[in-house]
């Protein structure tokens, strides 16, 4: 079955510090691999997509992440967060003619 | 402008009364699908739509109906509500064919309170 994990239910960091949030998929085919953020009281806003080619992907917002197939995984990354990142982060994970499956999320929180 | 249409953005109704929430999209997508959004519990999806007269369950279909008769719209109904249906709904749709395929486009949200 279709699977998108996000292990971190919570993550704080400083604002200045560098941020990692994970994701990894258990999926059939082969995948086309999303982050969405959304803001408080907020919908959701693409962050960067993964389609093909270039494993490693530049988002708006100064936001990048990688693509490992080996480990299943498509991790998101930004080098200094900001007091604005705070927010919800969603992996999402599509194919071909198959649903959309979206991860839990992972709630970060920014401190001052 | 391309978009995902929900309406209404805000509903307060009673136990029992049947509604309908509208969602329509001008991007001419196959897909579409329905999320509800509960404090901690992430985007959990109720139905979701691969084109227009198929409709499939989602991970919380109960209390639940959909139709897609039309490419562009997919109402989500709900016909004898409950309290424990007061949630953030979204509704998101996408092309998911190869050549094509993009990201999931979101409406605004709409947040359903039931008394």
């Known amino acids: 079955a279709q699977s998108v994990t996000q292990p971190d239910i919570h993550i704080t960091v400083s604002e200045g510090a560098s941020l990692e ?37 530049q988002g708006i917002k100064g936001f990048e992440a990688e693509f490992k ?11 200094s ?17 198959q649903n959309f499956v979206f991860g839990p999320g992972t709630r970060l929180s920014v401190l001052p | 402008e391309a978009q995902v249409t929900q309406n209404p953005r805000y509903l307060i109704t009673v136990t ?18 329905w999320y509800r959004q509960d404090p901690g ?23 639940y109906k959909v139709s897609r008769k039309e490419k562009r719209n997919f109402p989500l109904i709900l016909e004898s509500p ?8 979204f509704c ?4 998911i064919w190869t050549g094509v395929f993009t990201e999931a486009f979101f409406g605004q949200g709409t947040r ?3 008394v």
């Open chain 2, 16 to 33: 029992g009364k049947k509604l309908t929430v509208t969602c329509s999209q001008n991007m001419n997508h196959e897909y579409m699908s």
């Open chain 1, 69 to 79: 197939r080996s480990q299943s995984s498509f991790n998101l990354r930004k080098p």
């Open chain 1, 21 to 57: 949030l994970r994701c990894n998929y258990s999926y059939g085919a082969t995948p086309y691999l999303f982050w969405y953020v959304q803001s408080p009281g907020q919908g959701l806003q693409l962050l960067l997509k993964y389609f093909s080619g270039d494993t490693l992907v």
């Open chain 2, 92 to 95: 998101a749709s996408s092309f």
């Open chain 2, 41 to 63: 519990l992430g985007l959990r999806q109720i139905y979701y739509s691969m084109n227009v007269e198929v409709t499939d369950k989602g991970d919380v279909p109960e209390g």
């Open chain 2, 82 to 89: 409950s309290p424990n249906q007061t949630s953030l709904y």
């Open chain 2, 112 to 114: 359903l309170t039931v």
């Open chain 1, 81 to 97: 967060v900001h007091w604005s990142d705070a927010a919800e982060y969603f992996c999402a994970v599509g194919a071909d003619g």
